[in-house]
């Protein structure tokens, strides 16, 4: 072929893995070949000209020839601002880079170069002259990627345009389109990134950009400084706060789209030293997947929570964390037991799920539009199950309770640290204690843990603190096949090591023995040991159930549960 910078070997050994693998066909193979000596291309770029295999999977192949890290998805690209610091501080031209898909970024004592194709190598000719004594860490990126992160730099220029102008209303910078692309990227990225949450966070030289990603938080992107009030002021008018306010709290919502679904995205400001921190709640508006099967209840549990959700009165509360998938639980619940021969009523802050069938209402307390308001006036609305987002205070509480004594079932939340706390919690709100025995149902609590990357976990040994307390040992020598697992990272889970979430849970069911207990206002030990005798399972001893069936690690299982009485 004529281009010169083309390694025969790596071509050959591209097709013949391809071949190999059935992908290209042996006629395929000569058709993009020959459009490559035609047209003076390089293999991969002629295959992915013919459309013969889609890129990805095409430059997967290449990335493996290459013995190269594939960057595929938006939130593994590089970030532009450190790209054009870097070619500052090497004389590169950022022009130069884009034209050639050539993408350094600096750290320390090594350059980290993302790229767009592993055959033009004579590309990074200019960029070794530079770094000599530094180490070099190659990537390759997929066509789509390599447009962002040029599209990334792009707009960063722009922005640093603007800012770099003698203009100080804030108030119509946010309205400028290159502050306008750049929430709009971070909002995209971080969705497709699968993020619950986008933290803003202003410090006194930069504004730091963070997202929560399976319950973690990493740090996504930095600007300088002087850029946030028109980012905080861009998101205020996207969610409908007053972009002047900048001394008390504010909140407000706004919709967005990432291809073919909607997110509802709520935001939250509060001020702090250097301005204000703002976050941005993820939220989709519409879950294929709500099933209660799918949230990792085990047989046990499952069975219990279906048959809480076919009682015709009495209360489910289910405890936890803020952001511990209280409400999705409630959800899924509703989901499962709706047959449409009901009436479900909700009424929650916001409003987070839409479900069709249901009767969803959201409580403006600014307006006096409250849960108790709510709740009285759904009571006068012949429903059968009621679901309140949360019980906030003894009114909401006494009406929640009356609701289930007049024949109701009523789901709602509460913010305990476990199942059993939540009989003293009501107390100490003001809820009388015959009351709750009389119509407390069912009790659950839960949290979230990573669940294990099937890709790249490795078997693990049995923990050895296992042997040292008989009741675990006891509980998990009944595991069949126990598969002890642990965390190792790997391109799938960008290093992670886990990827996505499982609940672990611990459920009450109110016995008789428990009714008289909660009654008599007995001390919190004695209802833990009266549900004990009833069969309950800690969230600890959930969580090292799951742990051992290689769904998690024992050190995601502990990190969750530290506070936890039983861990």
């Known amino acids: 072929m004529p281009n010169t910078n083309i390694s025969e070997h790596h071509q050959d050994k591209l097709l013949a893995a391809l071949l190999d693998d059935g992908v290209l066909s042996s006629e395929q193979a000569k058709l993009a070949e020959d459009t490559a000596g035609k047209l003076s291309l390089d293999i991969l770029r002629a295959l992915s000209r013919l459309g013969l295999v889609g890129d990805d999977n095409l430059y997967s192949y290449a990335a493996d020839v290459f013995g190269l890290e594939l960057i595929n998805k938006i939130h593994q690209c590089p970030g532009s601002v450190m790209i054009i610091d870097t070619c500052k501080d090497l004389g590169l031209s950022i022009d130069w880079c884009i034209s050639n898909s050539v993408f350094p970024i600096q750290d320390g004592d090594s350059i980290h170069v993302y790229f767009g194709n592993p055959f033009l190598q004579n590309q990074l000719t200019p960029l070794r002259q530079l770094v000599n004594e530094k180490k070099l860490h190659k990537y390759l990126l997929t066509p789509a990627m ?78 300088p400084a002087s850029r946030f009030q028109a980012i905080a002021s861009r998101i205020k008018l996207l969610s409908g706060m007053d972009i002047a306010e900048r001394r008390l709290p504010q909140d407000g919502r706004f919709t967005s789209r990432a291809g073919s679904r909607e997110y509802d995205i709520r935001v939250s400001s509060a001020p702090d030293v250097n301005g204000e921190s703002i976050v941005m709640r993820l939220l989709p508006k519409q879950r294929d997947e709500l099933s209660i099967d799918g949230l990792g209840f085990a047989e046990d549990h499952l069975a219990m929570i279906r048959q809480w959700g076919k009682l015709s009165n009495g209360i489910i509360l289910v405890t936890g964390p803020t952001g511990s998938g209280k409400s999705t639980t409630l959800y899924a619940l509703l989901a499962d037991v709706q047959s449409g021969d009901e009436k479900i009523v909700t009424v929650e802050d916001p409003v987070e799920y839409q479900l069709p069938g249901i009767t969803q209402v959201q409580a403006k307390p600014e ?59 009501l107390s100490d709100i003001g809820v009388e204690s015959y009351l709750t025995a009389a119509t407390i149902q069912g009790v659950q609590a839960q949290r979230l843990v990573r669940k294990l990357c099937e890709h790249c976990s490795v078997s693990a040994p049995k ?56 009654a008599a206002k007995a001390p919190l030990k004695d209802i833990r040991a009266s549900a004990r005798a009833s069969g309950f399972r800690s969230l600890l001893e959930d969580g090292l159930l799951k742990a051992a069936r290689g769904l998690t690690s024992v050190d995601e299982v502990l990190r969750v549960c530290s506070s936890n009485e039983d861990a």
Not at 411 to 418: I, P
Request: hydrophobic residues 40%.
């Open 463 to 518: 923990p050895n603190f296992l042997e040292q307390n008989p009741e675990l040992h006891s509980l998990l020598e009944n595991v069949s096949s126990p598969d002890w697992k642990q965390a190792v990272g790997c391109e799938r889970c960008q290093g992670r090591g886990y990827r996505g979430r499982v609940g672990i849970y611990e459920l009450i069911a109110v016995t008789p023995a428990l009714r008289d207990l909660v």
């Open 146 to 223: 390599a447009v962002s992160v040029a599209d990334d730099i792009t707009s960063e220029r722009a922005v640093s345009e603007l800012f770099g102008q003698s203009n100080s209303d804030m108030a119509a910078l946010a309205e400028e389109a290159p502050v306008i692309n750049l929430v709009n990227s971070v909002i995209e990225r971080a969705i497709y990134a699968e993020a619950s949450d986008i933290h803003v966070e202003p410090g006194s030289k930069n504004l730091t950009i963070r997202l929560r990603v399976d319950g973690k938080l990493s740090e996504f992107m930095q600007q």
């Open 367 to 425: 307006i006096g539009y409250t849960f108790a308001k709510a709740l009285r006036t759904f009571l006068r609305q012949d429903p059968d199950i009621i679901m309140v987002g949360e019980i906030r205070d003894k009114e909401t509480a006494d009406i929640a309770i009356q609701s289930s004594l007049t024949g109701h079932l009523v789901l709602s939340t509460l913010h305990t640290n476990d199942a059993c706390s939540v009989f003293p919690r």
